[in-house]
């Protein structure tokens, strides 16, 4: 007698009870999805569509207490794969983060899209699922992985290139292959960070048989992948890439330095305690932090906060608190750029 197929691990299964027991909706959801992905692998196409049905009843019908908590791994990857994969669960969500209004209409696209996935898939369309982020650093590329997957109540899967790419002949190919294998049985984002060290063009002069063969492997992956899960790379040196990886992401978002407007609304966000004020006169310190990165500005805000709090410094001095923490950070910055 042929015995009934598996369709979660011992992993998923405890997950999936601890965080009923929690009442925590968006870890049950993931470990849930998780779950039905490997019953569709494994061909038992009724069952995970009664599943997908039952959950998206229950959502509709029950609302559940979200406790306010630190992220925490949904059923992470064991094995090769945990040295390969970190998983996590974002609380982070794209209203929390301050971009163009062109970037957060391509994200909010995106979103939308995953969110009615199933009725775009019903009349033969794909949503989209596959992101190239290119800018330079400290611009909120990383962050914006983190919204996705916590607006689409996901793990967030940061694949660890360091310990994929190896000296070893074919083993950096394997291991990518693992990890898409991956993204078939445990749903979520996939993100790629310092991209660059797989996407390099294939004709650069300082490149080796291995890395292209690694290249040509990757590409393949990403254009065969019938996965739910979405897959987000990320790169400050957009120029050294292959310019056939362009084509194979649905979308590719540039991001730059905030301007003016994007630093104010910035600096007014993370200092919002000692900036209730709308008239508070941040001028002074949006021109200083000219040029400057989000998490330029960012850490400046924090410093300055620092200082008022220790200081018990009223409202009306961040000002001047803020531009000179802005300050003290270029000549930090040019004094080590000096020394490099």
């Keep these: 007698m042929t015995g009934r197929p598996n369709l979660a691990t011992?992993?998923?299964?405890?997950?999936?009870?601890?965080?009923?027991?929690?009442?925590?909706?968006?870890?049950?959801?993931?470990?849930?999805?998780?779950?039905?992905?490997?019953?569709?692998?494994?061909?038992?196409?009724?069952?995970?569509?009664?599943l997908?049905?039952?959950?998206?009843?229950?959502?509709?019908?029950?609302?559940?207490?979200?406790?306010?908590?630190?992220?925490?791994?949904?059923?992470?990857?064991?094995?090769?794969?945990a040295g390969l994969i970190a998983a996590s669960f974002p609380a982070v969500r794209l209203s929390d983060m301050v971009l163009s209004p062109t970037i957060t209409a391509s994200l909010e696209r995106l979103i939308e899209e995953q969110r009615q996935s199933e009725r775009l898939q019903a009349s033969g369309l794909q949503p989209r699922r596959k992101l190239l982020l290119v800018g330079p650093p400290g611009c909120g590329k990383t962050m914006t992985a983190s919204a996705i997957a916590g607006e689409l109540h996901l793990p967030l899967m940061t694949v660890q290139l360091h310990s994929i790419i190896t000296k070893y002949l074919g083993d950096t190919a394997l291991k990518l292959?693992?990890?898409?294998?991956?993204?078939?049985?445990?749903?979520?984002?996939?993100?790629?960070?310092?991209?660059?060290?797989?996407?390099?063009?294939?004709?650069?002069?300082?490149?080796?048989?291995?890395?292209?063969?690694?290249l040509n492997a990757f590409l393949t992956f990403l254009e065969q992948d019938q996965s739910d899960s979405l897959f987000v790379a990320a790169t400050n040196l957009v120029s050294i890439l292959d310019p056939a990886l362009f084509r194979r992401f649905d979308d590719v978002i540039t991001y730059d330095v905030p301007d003016d407007k994007?630093?104010?609304?910035?600096?007014?966000?993370?200092?919002?305690?000692?900036?209730s004020s709308k008239t508070l006169e941040l001028s002074e310190a949006v021109s200083a932090s000219d040029g400057l990165s989000h998490a330029d500005v960012t850490r400046?805000?924090?410093?300055?906060?620092?200082?008022?709090?220790?200081?018990?410094?009223?409202?009306?001095?961040?000002?001047?608190?803020?531009?000179?923490?802005?300050?003290?950070?270029?000549d930090s910055h040019a004094r080590k750029l000096a020394g490099s």
């Design 177 to 214: 292959y693992s990890v898409f294998e991956s993204a078939v049985d445990r749903p979520g984002v996939y993100f790629f960070d310092e991209f660059d060290a797989i996407g390099a063009g294939r004709s650069d002069s300082g490149d080796v048989g291995e890395m292209r063969r690694v």
């Design 262 to 275: 994007l630093r104010e609304q910035l600096i007014r966000n993370r200092l919002s305690t000692f900036c």
């Design 300 to 330: 400046a805000c924090e410093e300055a906060a620092k200082q008022m709090l220790l200081n018990n410094l009223e409202q009306r001095e961040l000002p001047s608190v803020l531009t000179r923490e802005i300050i003290n950070w270029r």
């Design 10 to 50: 011992a992993a998923q299964l405890r997950s999936l009870i601890e965080s009923f027991a929690e009442s925590d909706e968006d870890r049950f959801y993931a470990v849930a999805m998780q779950i039905i992905a490997k019953a569709e692998k494994a061909g038992n196409h009724k069952v995970a569509t009664d």
């Design 52 to 81: 997908r049905t039952l959950l998206a009843d229950a959502k509709a019908s029950r609302e559940f207490e979200r406790p306010n908590r630190r992220p925490v791994p949904i059923a992470a990857p064991t094995g090769e794969l």
